[in-house]
């Protein structure tokens, strides 16, 4: 179609995609949702499954996989009220296959479609961030506390333990070069999970320079052509239940108890906070 835009969800593992899809889902389809984009059509995907992963976000219900049948392919076009149209996608490719891309260095050919699209969101988990363990912040941390420092074990490298921020990184990478060099690309950061990091007190840019610095230096760099935002998005707003684990959470109540479950999102961009789950889309489309 002619001026539509091409636009692909990614991230590490539990970077929080099932639940932006939820939340997308239903806040694009809630009747009087003042969103900057509005629902046009499904183009790939499945009304049942969404609903239920809907159903579960509205009932404050973590999505476990077991539960909604794994991953699946999803594509729905949106639109905003100038009439330009955007295909956003979530492709059915769970965080691990993004961590053996860059573990292993390969890159399977079914990805070529969704890595090659012009427009990402990139998710990050902010409350799972793994960072790196300096020696010498361990030597200082241990003379102010009047010890010495403890003997570590010496174990062997593996690519799994490595900092979050070394595999975005290097992923970005790999995005501009080889098969998946297309040019100057729009990218839009998720720092997921925000009601986890809010209570620091630092904006979206101030998480990302001082909980991903290396990833914040190779963006500002330039050294790759992306036109980049970051944003803070709570999808959930708050704890979700387990039903497995037979758990009963007030916060889940207080959420639930919400006049209206968008009200429960929380998009932040610097000093702006709103509900709007489209913002960083819209952003992508110009």
Same mark, same amino acid.
């Given at each position: 179609?002619?001026?539509?835009?091409?636009?692909?969800?990614?991230?590490?593992?539990?970077?929080?995609?099932?639940?932006?899809?939820?939340?997308?889902?239903?806040?694009?389809?809630?009747?009087?949702?003042?969103?900057?984009?509005?629902?046009?059509?499904?183009?790939?995907?499945?009304?049942?499954?969404?609903?239920?992963?809907?159903k579960?976000?509205?009932?404050?219900?973590?999505?476990?996989?077991?539960?909604?049948?794994?991953?699946?392919?999803?594509?729905?076009?949106?639109?905003?009220?100038?009439?330009?149209k955007?295909?956003?996608?979530?492709?059915?490719?769970?965080?691990?296959?993004?961590?053996?891309?860059?573990?292993?260095?390969?890159l #399977? +050919?079914?990805?070529l479609?969704?890595?090659?699209?012009? =427009?990402?969101? *990139?998710?990050?988990?902010? !409350?799972? %961030? @793994?960072?790196?363990?300096?020696?010498?912040?361990?030597?200082?941390?241990?003379?102010?506390?009047?010890?010495?420092?403890?003997?570590?074990?010496?174990?062997?490298?593996?690519?799994?333990?490595?900092?979050?921020?070394?595999?975005?990184?290097?992923?970005l990478?790999?995005?501009?070069?080889?098969?998946?060099?297309?040019?100057?690309?729009?990218?839009?950061?998720?720092?997921?999970?925000?009601?986890?990091?809010?209570?620091?007190?630092?904006?979206?840019?101030?998480?990302?320079?001082?909980?991903?610095?290396?990833?914040?230096?190779?963006?500002?760099?330039?050294?790759?052509?992306?036109?980049?935002?970051?944003?803070g998005?709570?999808?959930?707003?708050?704890?979700?239940?387990?039903? #497995? +684990?037979?758990?009963?959470?007030?916060?889940?109540?207080? =959420?639930?108890? *919400?006049?209206?479950?968008? !009200?429960? %999102? @929380?998009?932040?961009?610097?000093?702006?906070?709103?509900?709007?789950?489209?913002?960083?889309?819209?952003?992508?489309?110009?």
């Amino acid at each position: 179609m002619t001026g539509e835009r091409h636009i692909s969800i990614i991230g590490l593992p539990s970077s929080g995609k099932t639940t932006f899809l939820a939340a997308l889902w239903h806040m694009v389809r809630e009747a009087g949702a003042n969103t900057e984009l509005s629902f046009d059509q499904l183009s790939e995907g499945n009304y049942e499954h969404l609903n239920a992963l809907a159903k579960r976000w509205r009932f404050g219900l973590i999505q476990q996989r077991t539960q909604v049948s794994g991953a699946r392919a999803v594509t729905m076009r949106l639109k905003d009220t100038d009439g330009r149209k955007a295909e956003v996608s979530f492709p059915d490719l769970p965080g691990e296959d993004f961590s053996q891309m860059w573990e292993r260095r390969e890159l #399977d +050919k079914g990805m070529l479609e969704t890595l090659k699209a012009p =427009l990402l969101v *990139l998710m990050i988990n902010g !409350d799972t %961030i @793994k960072m790196p363990a300096w020696v010498a912040e361990w030597t200082t941390l241990a003379k102010r506390i009047g010890s010495k420092p403890a003997t570590k074990e010496i174990v062997d490298w593996k690519a799994e333990v490595s900092p979050t921020q070394v595999k975005v990184v290097d992923l970005l990478q790999m995005l501009m070069s080889g098969d998946l060099k297309i040019g100057g690309r729009r990218l839009a950061l998720l720092i997921s999970a925000w009601d986890e990091v809010e209570g620091e007190g630092q904006t979206p840019a101030q998480v990302l320079q001082s909980k991903l610095p290396l990833l914040s230096q190779y963006l500002q760099s330039g050294r790759d052509p992306w036109t980049w935002q970051v944003w803070g998005i709570s999808a959930q707003g708050g704890q979700y239940e387990d039903p #497995d +684990k037979d758990e009963n959470f007030a916060e889940t109540e207080r =959420l639930r108890d *919400l006049e209206r479950a968008s !009200d429960r %999102i @929380k998009v932040v961009e610097e000093a702006c906070v709103s509900s709007d789950i489209t913002k960083p889309l819209k952003w992508l489309i110009g």
